[in-house]
């Protein structure tokens, strides 16, 4: 067996850096890692990248925080974070997060590393079966060859095999050819010695070249027995349809869009262009514009607005209210679903699937008295929840029992205390477009969507399951990724006590990272409250409610804040959460917010 001239050498490292430089080439710049034993090539590979400058690592104790914090990252940049993590339970842990990216089609790369396979299914320390724990949620799965030394030939042509798996790994994460974005899963078997030095070709990876045209210039060397790989991908070869005709909706039908979760600004655009109304979730990314319906809920329930209903254009996943729901799954009214990263929607089982490149409005007259109602119930139903002005007069007047009246209702309003509607509505308003916002799966974001007006500010949430995992860790992701190069915004995070309580260990950052500006701003009501608005709540008595589902709990999240290292508030009013939203963020805080059952 051939080995290479140099202190210790170790075909798994020579491994590990054959897939992470091409990854880098192919525009990976973000690997977020779980430290283990046998993961050590992948991982000092890994820093050696980050001390050259290639990469930005992350580096998390737990796997299921590592999983959501690069699914923020690709969730906010469009391109997969790398997760690398050692054998066993190590790799269960990244199923949350593959799941989510699965379900609403988020890049994510998993590079899990393993035993060599003669100690699968042998009672092995740290062993079980690897590959296919994530099938059917990816998008490309490859179990690799254990990497070892043998003539230069095979060497070389192991080299090329690494670089052509890291080539459709990320062209299946981006949904080139499949469509849409997702995970995928690399296994990565190794044997002692785990790691060595540096292959003596390893430099820092230049910008990022051909990946087609590497496969290519390997062909010869390629051999079947190690890797039948699918064809990579180009620096500019980007997700696309081959048929560039635009689908074409005619203006005819009374006519809604729907914008669910990461429908995004085309939905607004859309909802322009044809002059239709706009129902548009606070998690869409398309909550602006002169079309948009307030209090859409009880305008879908009105017969007269949704119950006339012949038509629904659909982007995004919907998901928020049983008003959308119930109007996609009637089989009386035509939906059209486009494109979108997540699964196919149909919830009637004739819904049409549009998967074109672009949407156009056919020729035709507006039906303007069908939008004309929607913007006028739209108009009546707007609410206003920014405190009143003070009033100037009676607080200059000479007159004192002017003076006083205006002095104790600016007091009453300074003094009143937070509901979960001014809590959403200053969370909302402190938001502006170079930030981003958060939502968790909790029940403010319901109270968000039902009463938030238009704002063009970019939204992100965790929608593809609408679990409470990771939450915090997703956010983290998508603050790391959004504020790199100095650019400016604070990532805000709205979640309830539950959801921050499940995701805990997202509140652990290494001391040598870069801290994020990242608010997290906690409505607590000391337990799931959600349930109060479902059926269970009129079925349960108190005491199963309680244990069961509302789970009431006694933390003190000023004490996690102080272990984790976050500067936390507690605030009670509005213009005391006013403040603290607004006042300059140079790192990590914590803003708890309680709330009343």
Same mark, same amino acid.
């Given at each position: 067996?051939?080995?290479?001239?140099?202190?210790?050498?170790?075909?798994?490292?020579?491994?590990?850096?054959?897939?992470?430089?091409?990854?880098?080439?192919?525009?990976?710049?973000?690997?977020?890692?779980?430290?283990?034993?046998?993961?050590?090539?992948?991982?000092?590979? *890994? @820093? &050696?990248?980050?001390? !050259? +400058? =290639?990469?930005?690592?992350? $580096?998390?104790? #737990?796997?299921?925080? %590592?999983?959501?914090?690069?699914?923020?990252?690709?969730?906010?940049?469009?391109?997969?974070?790398?997760?690398?993590?050692?054998?066993?339970?190590?790799?269960?842990?990244?199923?949350?997060?593959?799941?989510?990216?699965?379900?609403?089609?988020?890049?994510?790369?998993?590079?899990?590393?393993?035993?060599?396979?003669?100690?699968?299914?042998?009672?092995?320390?740290?062993?079980?079966?690897?590959?296919?724990?994530?099938?059917?949620?990816?998008?490309?799965?490859?179990?690799?060859?254990?990497?070892?030394?043998?003539? *230069? @030939? &095979?060497?070389?042509? !192991? +080299? =090329?095999?690494?670089?052509? $798996?890291?080539? #459709?790994?990320?062209? %299946?994460?981006?949904?080139?050819?499949?469509?849409?974005?997702?995970?995928?899963?690399?296994?990565?078997?190794?044997?002692?010695?785990?790691?060595?030095?540096?292959?003596?070709?390893?430099?820092?990876?230049?910008?990022?070249?051909?990946?087609?045209?590497?496969?290519?210039?390997?062909?010869?060397?390629?051999?079947?027995?190690?890797?039948?790989?699918?064809?990579?991908?180009?620096?500019?070869?980007?997700?696309?349809?081959?048929?560039?005709?635009?689908?074409?909706?005619?203006?005819?039908?009374?006519?809604?869009?729907? @914008?669910?979760?990461?429908?995004?600004?085309?939905?607004?655009?859309?909802?322009?262009?044809?002059?239709?109304?706009?129902?548009?979730?606070?998690?869409?990314?398309?909550?602006?514009?002169?079309?948009?319906?307030?209090?859409?809920?009880?305008?879908?329930?009105?017969?007269?607005?949704?119950?006339?209903?012949?038509?629904?254009?659909?982007?995004?996943?919907?998901?928020?209210?049983?008003?959308?729901?119930?109007?996609?799954?009637?089989?009386?009214?035509?939906?059209?679903?486009?494109?979108?990263?997540?699964?196919?929607?149909?919830?009637?089982?004739?819904?049409?699937?549009?998967?074109?490149?672009?949407?156009?409005?056919?020729?035709?007259?507006?039906?303007?008295?069908?939008?004309?109602?929607?913007?006028?119930?739209?108009?009546?139903?707007?609410?206003?929840?920014?405190?009143?002005?003070?009033?100037?007069?009676?607080?200059?007047?000479?007159?004192?029992?002017?003076?006083?009246?205006?002095?104790?209702?600016?007091?009453?309003?300074?003094?009143?205390?937070?509901?979960?509607?001014?809590?959403?509505?200053?969370?909302?308003?402190?938001?502006?477009?170079?930030?981003?916002?958060?939502?968790?799966?909790?029940?403010?974001?319901?109270?968000?969507?039902?009463?938030?007006?238009?704002?063009?500010?970019?939204?992100?949430?965790?929608?593809?399951?609408?679990?409470?995992?990771?939450?915090?860790?997703?956010?983290?992701?998508?603050?790391?990724?959004?504020?790199?190069?100095?650019?400016?915004?604070?990532?805000?995070?709205?979640?309830?006590?539950?959801?921050?309580?499940?995701?805990?260990?997202?509140?652990?950052?290494?001391?040598?990272?870069?801290?994020?500006?990242?608010?997290?701003?906690?409505?607590?009501?000391?337990?799931?409250?959600?349930?109060?608005?479902?059926?269970?709540?009129?079925?349960?008595?108190?005491?199963?409610?309680?244990?069961?589902?509302?789970?009431?709990?006694?933390?003190?999240?000023?004490?996690?804040?102080?272990?984790?290292?976050?500067?936390?508030?507690?605030?009670?009013?509005?213009?005391?959460?006013?403040?603290?939203?607004?006042?300059?963020?140079?790192?990590?805080?914590?803003?708890?917010?309680?709330?009343?059952?």
């Amino acid at each position: 067996m051939s080995r290479p001239e140099r202190g210790l050498a170790s075909a798994a490292t020579d491994a590990a850096a054959a897939l992470l430089t091409r990854l880098v080439e192919l525009g990976v710049s973000h690997i977020v890692l779980s430290p283990g034993s046998r993961s050590q090539a992948l991982a000092l590979v *890994a @820093a &050696e990248l980050e001390r !050259r +400058g =290639a990469i930005r690592l992350h $580096v998390r104790i #737990d796997e299921r925080v %590592a999983g959501f914090t690069a699914l923020g990252i690709g969730r906010e940049t469009g391109m997969p974070a790398a997760v690398v993590c050692t054998s066993g339970t190590a790799v269960a842990n990244l199923l949350p997060a593959a799941l989510e990216a699965h379900h609403a089609g988020v890049p994510l790369l998993l590079l899990t590393a393993d035993r060599p396979p003669e100690l699968r299914g042998v009672g092995a320390n740290q062993t079980t079966r690897q590959p296919g724990m994530f099938a059917p949620n990816v998008r490309f799965e490859a179990d690799l060859p254990v990497p070892q030394y043998a003539d *230069a @030939a &095979e060497d070389a042509e !192991r +080299g =090329a095999m690494f670089r052509r $798996v890291a080539e #459709d790994a990320v062209a %299946a994460a981006l949904g080139v050819g499949l469509r849409p974005p997702g995970p995928v899963h690399v296994n990565l078997p190794f044997r002692e010695p785990l790691a060595g030095d540096l292959p003596a070709w390893f430099g820092v990876p230049g910008p990022a070249g051909t990946a087609t045209e590497a496969s290519e210039e390997s062909e010869d060397e390629a051999s079947g027995a190690l890797y039948q790989g699918g064809g990579g991908i180009g620096e500019s070869d980007l997700p696309d349809d081959p048929d560039d005709r635009p689908f074409v909706l005619e203006p005819g039908p009374r006519t809604v869009v729907v @914008a669910g979760a990461d429908a995004g600004p085309g939905a607004e655009e859309l909802a322009h262009a044809g002059s239709w109304p706009l129902i548009a979730e606070i998690v869409s990314g398309a909550r602006f514009g002169r079309h948009l319906v307030h209090g859409y809920r009880a305008l879908l329930r009105d017969a007269e607005l949704g119950g006339r209903v012949e038509r629904v254009v659909v982007l995004g996943h919907p998901t928020l209210s049983r008003e959308v729901t119930a109007l996609l799954s009637d089989p009386g009214v035509e939906v059209i679903a486009l494109r979108g990263p997540g699964e196919p929607l149909n919830l009637n089982g004739s819904t049409t699937a549009v998967d074109a490149v672009a949407v156009a409005v056919g020729p035709g007259e507006a039906d303007r008295a069908w939008l004309g109602a929607w913007m006028q119930a739209s108009r009546e139903a707007m609410v206003d929840l920014a405190p009143p002005a003070p009033d100037a007069d009676g607080l200059s007047s000479a007159v004192p029992q002017e003076r006083l009246g205006a002095i104790a209702a600016e007091l009453a309003v300074v003094r009143a205390p937070l509901d979960r509607a001014a809590l959403v509505d200053a969370v909302w308003r402190a938001t502006w477009p170079h930030d981003r916002l958060v939502f968790g799966s909790s029940r403010l974001v319901r109270v968000a969507d039902e009463v938030l007006g238009g704002k063009k500010v970019p939204v992100h949430a965790n929608r593809g399951l609408a679990g409470i995992d990771g939450t915090v860790a997703t956010a983290t992701g998508i603050a790391v990724a959004s504020q790199g190069e100095e650019r400016p915004g604070v990532t805000r995070v709205l979640l309830g006590d539950l959801a921050l309580l499940h995701d805990v260990g997202a509140l652990l950052l290494p001391p040598g990272e870069d801290e994020p500006r990242i608010q997290v701003v906690v409505g607590n009501d000391h337990g799931g409250t959600i349930f109060d608005g479902l059926e269970v709540a009129g079925i349960a008595g108190a005491e199963a409610m309680d244990r069961v589902l509302l789970t009431p709990h006694a933390v003190r999240l000023e004490h996690l804040a102080l272990a984790y290292g976050w500067e936390y508030r507690r605030v009670t009013t509005r213009s005391a959460l006013d403040q603290a939203l607004t006042s300059p963020v140079g790192g990590r805080q914590l803003i708890e917010v309680p709330l009343e059952r």
